[in-house]
């Protein structure tokens, strides 16, 4: 007799990332600040050539200890890639302060297509949240879900607004120094807080009943009675 097949588990809806994964850890903090801070520092003492050789080589030692660890590839290629544009964009211009302009004009890119979202009343962070969660599938419908997208995505667009307005202040002025302040500053702490707090609104907003996984499986048709023939 052969064995009865044993029943697999069925997955799960994909949930929202934890806080941690949005904001990527305490190595995503290290990685979003220590360049640029390290950029400046050289730069201040030693000139824009030798603040170029620093980046390029913080670039391939961050890439390096990814690849070693066996760490996500496309992270560490992504970061490797902004920090290759961004000492591009300062050797091309001559100046520090080019440095950080590739940053500032993706941050813009961010906030502007969160301001576009709301006007053609598709909240960014509801096609998120709906990637994401099924249960955010329905974020289009009027109520809580909808509600919680369209204040995360205003959130999310005041915080690249507000970066881009005080990083384009200190690139009018020239001032390196204030730009890597900025972004350290404007950084990981706000997108931790806009984070923090577009994950928990989600999860308010979340159905309390009605589960999105399977169908339900159709009922047995019923089995003639041969007592009735």
């Not at 807080?193 to 009605?210: H, I, K, N, Q």
Request: with cysteine; charged share 15%; net charge positive.
């Amino acid at each position: 007799m052969a064995p009865a097949d044993e029943p697999t588990p069925e997955a799960g809806p994909p949930q929202l990332p934890q806080l941690s994964e949005l904001i990527g850890g305490v190595r995503g903090v290290v990685d979003g600040g220590l360049p640029g801070v390290l950029f400046v520092g050289v730069y201040s003492l030693a000139g824009l050539r030798a603040a170029l050789a620093t980046a390029v080589a913080t670039a391939l030692v961050l890439l390096g200890e990814r690849l070693a660890r066996r760490r996500s590839t496309r992270q560490a290629l992504s970061g490797f890639a902004g920090i290759a544009l961004a000492v591009l964009v300062a050797r091309a211009t001559h100046s520090a302060r080019g440095y950080f302009l590739p940053g500032m004009v993706m941050t813009g890119g961010y906030g502007l297509a969160c301001l576009l979202s709301l006007a053609v009343r598709r909240p960014l962070l509801g096609v998120i949240a709906g990637a994401f969660d099924s249960r955010f599938a329905e974020w289009r419908e009027p109520g809580p879900v909808r509600r919680a997208a369209v204040r995360s995505t205003v959130l999310w667009a005041a915080v690249f607004g507000l970066r881009v307005a005080v990083q384009t202040a200190f690139y009018l002025a020239d001032l390196p120094t204030g730009l890597a302040a900025a972004k350290l500053v404007l950084g990981w702490p706000l997108t931790a807080l806009a984070a923090w707090y577009t994950v928990a609104a989600f999860r308010r907003a979340a159905p309390v009943s009605g589960d999105v996984g399977p169908p339900a499986p159709l009922p047995e048709p019923p089995t003639p009675d041969p007592s009735a023939a």
